[in-house]
């Protein structure tokens, strides 16, 4: 049996002197969060879905800035919109969209991306079942 672990992850978070505010700090960087109004919070950083989503996005931005490209080829501009919808009554988090604009592919390597993203992203795939993801693939400036 191998009982080598990794630490992928190292954080530390803390509450602040304003109620519901917190910091969240890794070796190289901090973030400022709060806790929603709903729960007492400020309601003015971001708050705790919002980091979730980032982090969706963060995976996304990078899994479509670069792969598929062939050697020597610059890395693809990617933006994307993502928000969660959820319907008013009922206590789940609700669908996310990412509306994507990946620039220099056409609809079919879109997809590609997409499904790959899906196969790769370790967060996605521990939150596909309680947060579902609906990709919305653009392609400005696609060839053909």
Request: aromatic share 8%.
């Given at each position: 049996m191998n009982d080598k672990v990794?630490?992928?992850?190292?954080?530390?978070?803390?509450?602040?002197?304003?109620q519901g505010r917190y910091t969240i700090a890794g070796?190289?960087?901090?973030?400022?969060?709060?806790?929603s109004v709903r729960s007492g919070g400020p309601g003015e950083q971001a708050g705790s879905l919002?980091?979730?989503?980032a982090s969706l996005v963060s995976c996304a931005?990078?899994?479509?800035?670069?792969?598929?490209?062939?050697?020597?080829?610059?890395a693809r501009q990617v933006e994307i919109?993502?928000?969660?919808?959820?319907?008013?009554?009922?206590?789940?988090?609700?669908?996310?969209v990412m509306e994507c604009f990946i620039d220099g592919v056409d609809h079919v390597t879109a997809d590609e991306l997409v499904a790959e993203y899906k196969k790769r992203c370790r967060i996605y795939n521990a939150l596909k079942d309680?947060?579902?993801v609906v990709f919305v693939p653009h392609t400005p400036g696609a060839s053909g």
């Open positions: 990794t630490v992928v992850s190292n954080l530390h978070g803390r509450t602040t002197e304003i070796p190289e960087f901090e973030i400022v969060s709060d806790g919002d980091l979730l989503v931005l990078n899994a479509f800035r670069h792969d598929f490209l062939e050697g020597g080829q610059p919109f993502a928000r969660i919808e959820r319907k008013i009554e009922g206590d789940y988090l609700g669908t996310l309680s947060l579902p």
